[in-house]
């Protein structure tokens, strides 16, 4: 059975801080990795991560992919308010598997 | 305008009474897919379909039915609904695969089962 674990599970910080959230994975039939951002209404999607060592990068948002370790790391930078949210990550083939998520609460 | 499309979005039934959560889509999506979210869980894969006339269980398939009888809607039905069905249900579509395209997600349906 496939797993994810995202880790925190929440994580509050100040705004202008740098956060990095953390995705680990055991799957059977890697395809992708995807990371998806819920605010307070349905996930919007961020990245989708297929090679290892290749950073996807929008905005201040970026994200790296370690197939060897089974990980992927999303960091913010110079966080603001509106990043507030539940970052999901999944394991993607014909099926989706998520993560809990890491709830990010930024404070002004 | 592109998107994914519930109804209801809003739902308070009793135990036992057969339900459906539509779903419909404008973009010409072959993969579509209902997840369902509870407060420590996370987001759950319940069915996928890849195409009309083709779907697969996902990570929490018991006590849900799907169908695809045509390509842009994907109907959830609850055949005898309990409580532990109380939860938030959405669904999303993608080009093909999920692993290679970007989910679109509805804006969700609150089920409570009393």
């Known amino acids: 059975e496939d797993k994810v674990v995202q880790s925190p599970l929440s994580l509050v910080v100040h705004e202008g801080d740098t956060v990095t959230l953390n995705c680990s994975y055991e799957v059977t039939n890697f395809r992708s990795l995807l990371w998806y951002k819920q605010e307070k209404k349905a996930p919007t999607f961020l990245f989708m991560l297929t090679s290892s060592g290749i950073e996807k990068k929008s905005g201040r948002l970026s994200s790296i992919l370690d197939k060897k370790e089974l990980f992927s790391i999303l960091n913010i930078t110079a966080t603001q308010t509106g990043d507030s949210a539940i970052y999901l990550c999944?394991?993607?083939?014909?099926?989706?598997?998520f993560g809990t998520g890491t709830r990010l609460t930024i404070i002004p | 305008e592109a998107q994914v499309t519930q109804n209801p979005r809003y739902l308070i039934t009793v135990t036992g009474k057969k339900l459906t959560v539509t779903c419909s889509q404008n973009m010409n999506h072959e993969y579509m897919s209902w997840y369902r979210q509870d407060p420590g869980l996370g987001l759950r894969q319940i069915y996928y379909s890849m195409n009309v006339e083709v779907t697969d269980k996902g990570d929490v398939p018991e006590g849900y039915k799907v169908s695809r009888k045509e390509k842009r809607n994907f109907p959830l039905i609850l055949e005898s609904p309990s409580p532990n069905q109380t939860s938030l249900y959405f669904c999303?579509?993608?080009?093909?695969?999920?692993?290679?395209?970007?989910?679109?997600f509805g804006p969700g349906t609150r089920l409570t089962v009393t």
């Open positions: 999944g394991i993607g083939n014909e099926k989706l598997t």
């Open positions: 999303a579509s993608s080009l093909e695969r999920v692993s290679s395209y970007e989910q679109y």
